[in-house]
């Protein structure tokens, strides 16, 4: 499992992906030649993506944002982006 209390990883975006942000807070992903398929990202995952993707944080600094902010146990917040962030190669939404 990656650390990233400290780490200086921004989330980088494939060029053809287009997103659409709902008033419920949640993220809809989409990717331009996949028009079919579409990936939604919400609670925690979101405001990640918001202050990573469109804000260009951290990891680290939205890590200490989310701890700070939320009752969560680091080791849960590393699993819970590890997971969004397997999530979203998977789906070939990000670039490395």
Not at 25 to 52: P, Q, Y
Not at 76 to 93: A, P
């Amino acid at each position: 499992m990656t650390s990233y209390a400290n780490s200086d990883m921004v989330i980088k975006t494939v060029d053809d992906i287009v997103t659409r942000k709902n008033d419920n807070g949640s993220i809809i992903l989409m990717k331009m030649n996949d028009s079919d398929n579409f990936f939604k990202i919400d609670g925690i995952a979101s405001m990640i993506w918001r202050e990573s993707v469109d804000n260009g944080r951290q990891l680290g600094e939205i890590f200490k944002l989310v701890i700070d902010g939320y009752e969560v146990e680091a080791s849960t917040l590393e699993k819970d982006i590890d997971k969004l962030l397997q999530d979203l190669r998977s789906h070939k939404l990000i670039v490395e």
